[in-house]
């Protein structure tokens, strides 16, 4: 395994123990205009906390609260996530609460690197900051900025691979339609005409058969996942806030490790993402052009054995190494190198 597939999976158990037994976590987040695929985040970023620190350890509260929770609780870690957009939310409470009672700040931004013009919110507030992007967490102006990768659920997104479900689509894409990701659907049409397609999301109606604005609901789409033979696994580029850095997203987002740990075939667009860090060529194939899309369709679309070495292979690295259980041991890693825990 290379250093950084390592360097993803996470950290021992003699680290997991000695956590367990000494600190309590406090996880905050949640603005005004929190959106439900970020509520989903905390909930899964909570499994891996309680996961390394232990159930009775932690304590989930919204932004609002969190000060006040703090001044009761004492916790030792005061684990904070989400977006820092300025109308969004306001965590400089939070953290003067926390130096009060002489707790470990941290904040992971999950939405890098779409709104780093905004982390002056963050950036001086905060112990430690883990980004979610590896490209983004260098725009950072201060020390202790680390990368720390989204990831997946187990008991949201592992289902066990059952061969015996039909596949009744060819190719399946469940996103909203960015613009990015109309020009990649644009640019393979000549293919994905001759095939059986689902490509649901707001903004895609407009484009025709095999085209749908509907929202799928988790459950919904890891059916969906099960029925499909591809499944495409688009990127976005989007920048919500910035305007100094137009910075292209490099790390794969949490839809990747959440498809694999649901046993999706994916196709994944390789444009400026990393994603050989994560998975290997006999587990997730790429392309970044219309014959390299074409040629992963004729080599995998009707052979159901490959598709099942491969997705089995992709499934089983998800559940060792990229949990949202290893990304909390890795971030309590450089807590621990930087002497703060």
């Known amino acids: 395994m290379s250093a950084d597939k390592k360097q993803a999976a996470g950290t021992g158990s003699q680290k997991e123990t000695k956590v367990k037994k000494e600190h309590k976590v406090l996880l905050c987040s949640g603005g005004r205009y929190e959106s439900h ?23 989930s509260v919204h932004v609002t609260a969190a000060a006040a929770a703090i001044a009761i609780l004492k916790p030792t870690l005061v684990f904070a996530m989400g977006s820092y ?18 707790a470990v700040t941290t904040f992971w931004a999950t939405e890098d690197p779409y709104e780093q013009d905004a982390h002056y919110q963050i950036s001086n507030d905060f112990d430690v900051i883990f980004s979610c992007d590896h ?18 659920c187990p008991k949201l997104h592992y289902v066990p691979i059952d061969r015996q479900v039909e596949k009744t689509i060819d190719v399946l894409f469940c996103g909203v339609a960015f613009s990015s990701r109309k020009e990649v659907i644009g640019n393979l049409m000549p293919v994905l005409q001759q095939l059986n397609i689902r490509i649901i999301g707001p903004g895609w109606g407009e484009m025709g058969v095999g085209f749908s604005d509907a929202r799928i609901e988790k459950q919904q ?15 976005r580029s989007l920048h919500f806030e910035n305007k100094r850095f137009m910075i292209s997203p490099s790390t794969p987002g949490p839809r990747t490790f959440e498809a694999a740990a649901a046993g999706a ?16 060529a006999d587990e997730i194939p790429v392309f970044s052009n219309r014959d390299d899309f074409e040629r992963i369709v004729r080599l995998y679309l009707h052979d159901d054995k490959k598709r ?4 089995k292979k992709a499934q089983e690295r998800t559940m060792k190494e990229h949990l949202y259980g290893n990304r909390i041991l890795q ?6 190198d930087e002497n703060l825990l």
């Open 221 to 235: 789409l890891i059916d969906l996942y099960s029925r499909s033979r591809l499944v495409l696994n688009l990127g």
């Open 135 to 152: 490209w983004g967490h260098h725009f950072y102006q201060r020390d202790r900025v680390f990368h720390l990768p989204l990831g997946a």
């Open 331 to 336: 971030a309590v890693d450089y807590l621990m």
């Open 37 to 59: 695929a970020n509520a989903q985040v905390r909930a899964t970023i909570m499994d891996g906390l309680e996961d390394c620190f232990g159930k009775g350890n932690v304590i």
């Open 265 to 280: 075939f994916q196709v994944f667009h390789e444009e400026t993402y990393e994603l050989r860090r994560y998975y290997d």
């Open 308 to 311: 099942f070495e491969m997705v």
């Open 85 to 102: 957009l300025p109308e969004s939310t306001y965590f400089g409470e939070v953290s003067r609460a926390a130096r009060t009672v002489g």
